[in-house]
């Protein structure tokens, strides 16, 4: 598949707000600076449709983007930044619940992970909140320029077994930077979209 078309539909903070359902949903969740804003860019082709930054917290509501005019990517809040204040974290949670347990057409969430760092609790807590919901299954370890091939082996072994992945759930690797490992991440998306 390719990204042809992609457009910010809606930004919403609670469920009044979001899109109606009448398309499938595929989400990105992940730790605050993983880079899921720099893997939409990535896979639409399009430098600018997610905004971008070196500071964590820079997407605080969820963000539903029109895909090809038949589907579309949710840029959901990321966790784990210490510095936001405990109102915005519970403002966190009951907008990730609120959206994660009620979206009759999400079909998907891809988990994102640091391919450096071991999961966090968080991401281990998310990954089985995924589970819990039947949206578990994808995983994408991001940044992967910035390890070697022999490290990037370790790497998949350590991530899967943290977040105890089974055998058919599918790990990718992706560099944002380096433009690589995209195309079959949107390869799968293809698959789940006819499922
Ligand atoms: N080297 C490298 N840096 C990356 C890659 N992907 C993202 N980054 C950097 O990581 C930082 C965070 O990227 P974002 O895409 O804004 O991360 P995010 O997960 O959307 O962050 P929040 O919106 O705060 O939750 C930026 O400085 C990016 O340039 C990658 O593949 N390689
Ligand atoms: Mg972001």
Do not use: C
């Not at 930054?53 to 969820?62: A, E, H, L, N, V």
């Not at 991401?123 to 390890?147: E, F, N, P």
């Not at 350590?158 to 991440?185: P, Q, T, W, Y």
């Amino acid at each position: 598949m390719k990204i042809v078309k992609s457009d910010l539909l809606t930004v919403a903070v609670k469920p009044d707000q979001y899109p109606d359902i009448s398309e499938k949903e595929i989400a990105f969740t992940g730790r605050s600076n993983v880079g899921k804003s720099s893997l939409l860019n990535l896979i639409t082709g399009r430098k600018k449709l997610a905004r971008i930054s070196s500071s964590p917290g820079k997407t605080r509501t969820i963000n539903f983007y029109e895909v090809n005019d038949s589907f579309r990517i949710v840029d959901l809040p990321g966790y784990g930044y210490a510095k936001v204040s405990k109102g915005v974290t519970d403002n966190w949670g009951e907008m990730m619940e609120a959206y994660l347990s009620n979206r009759p057409n999400l079909v998907k969430v891809v988990q994102l992970v640091d391919i450096r760092h071991e999961p966090t609790a968080q991401d281990i807590q998310m990954y089985d909140y995924l589970r819990y919901y039947g949206l578990d299954g994808i995983v994408v370890a991001t940044k992967a320029d910035k390890v070697s091939a022999n490290e990037k082996a370790k790497a998949k072994k350590r991530i899967m077994n943290a977040l105890g992945m089974s055998k058919e759930d599918k790990i990718f690797f992706v560099s944002a930077l380096k433009r690589k490992g995209h195309e079959e991440l949107l390869e799968e998306i293809e698959k789940i979209l006819e499922e």
